[in-house]
């Protein structure tokens, strides 16, 4: 008898889930409470880690179909002098596709594999007894439930599963912006400037994608529309990019959320509602997509499901909790140095990067290999 899961939450997380465990056999029904399936935002980090996820699932080639290969990621002060780089290799890749070719190809394998989504489908709880609470009263009971639904999740609640959630102290603001010939087309360039940050990324062969980070006090810096004259004259070395920024768009808190636990009976917690953290290292849902993945074996393997989410768990939550804590602490040192103290920060940052606990603290959430992937050598 094919095994059940009710899913809420029909983001990357809960779609890369929903479709490895219909492509393993299981009987899924993904949930999303607004009317149609879009995904907001603009372009996304895929590391090595969820390109091997896509792989299996065999949503890669639509992914990644208009993606740039990125060769380096350079972080730069404000006016360009290289602080750091971070290369790739062939088995160490990162991909920057926009946000929305990744959606529309987890739902297209969802859609392939036979996944049920239902769009105006709001779940308003989740029990370890494996019951899903809709809005307008209906109970839908399933060998596994899942809340997927983000870092402000009201369903991780329903089993008193929030351990803190961090507001922090950066919001952030990501567009995209017309690509011209001359912009670079392998290479990230990350700016940092006192408290506030640019980031350049290419994406597409017409599009950039551009993410701006400042303090959630800083009222010029995060104004709206956002204000040219300030972010040129903070980055000389990428007004060429920031007269290019677009009109509208929205400042977003970036957020930190740490769990009790993942699951209780037949309850999972994945993605943003059990891990959000802020894009520092552009690897919140290459986490999600090795949890996932993570998941999906475990339950192959286990008959008993409390067991099964038990063992995934202590099996993933360290991985996650690094690359949580690696993240806090690249936006700390981000956020937390005034301008004055620019000179100090770089001189810290060019003596620490080449360290193995600083690589290693930096890229082992995205030189993972997911569970189920392919098993080729990846540099550690």
Known sequence: MRRTAEIAGAGLS?????TRLAQLGWQVRLHERNPDLRMFGAGI???????????????????????RTIAEWRIADHNGRPLMSRYTTASDRLLLPP????????ITQAEHFGVDIQT???AVSVTGDGVLQM??????????????????????ESI??????????????????????????DTIIEYWHGRRRLLYNPCTEGQDYI??????????????????????????????????????????????????????????????AAHAMPPNLGQAANTAF???????????????????????????????????????????????FPERLDPVRARMLRAVSGTKVFQNGLNKGARTVPAGARTDPVRL
């Open 160 to 185: 008193l599963a929030t351990g803190w959630v961090d507001y922090g102290v950066e919001a952030g603001i990501r567009m995209m912006i017309d690509r011209k010939d001359d912009d670079p087309d």
């Open 14 to 18: 809960g779609l890369l889930l929903a």
């Open 290 to 336: 090795i949890n996932a993945m993570a998941l999906a074996m475990v339950l192959e393997d286990e008959s008993d499901i409390p067991t099964a989410l038990r063992r995934w768990e202590k099996e993933c939550r360290a991985l996650s909790d690094h690359v949580q804590w690696w993240s806090y602490l690249y936006g700390f040192v981000v956020s937390k």
């Open 211 to 272: 993410f701006l980070s400042a303090p959630v006090d800083d009222k010029r810096a995060s104004a709206m529309p956002v204000d040219r004259d300030l972010w040129s004259a903070a980055f000389p070395s990428a007004a060429h990019l920031v007269e290019r920024f677009a009109e509208a768009s929205r400042w977003d808190r970036l957020v930190n959320v740490r769990c009790r636990h993942w699951s209780q009976g037949h309850a999972a917690i994945i993605g943003d």
């Open 99 to 106: 946000r929305a070719d990744l959606y529309e190809a987890l």
């Open 120 to 122: 105006s489908s709001t």
């Open 45 to 67: 980090w895929i590391w090595e880690s969820g390109l091997r996820a896509l792989e299996v699932v065999g949503a890669y080639d639509q992914a990644v179909a208009r993606a």
């Open 135 to 156: 809005l307008d009263g209906t109970e839908l009971k399933a060998d596994l439930v899942v809340a997927a639904d983000g870092a402000y999740s009201r369903l991780r």
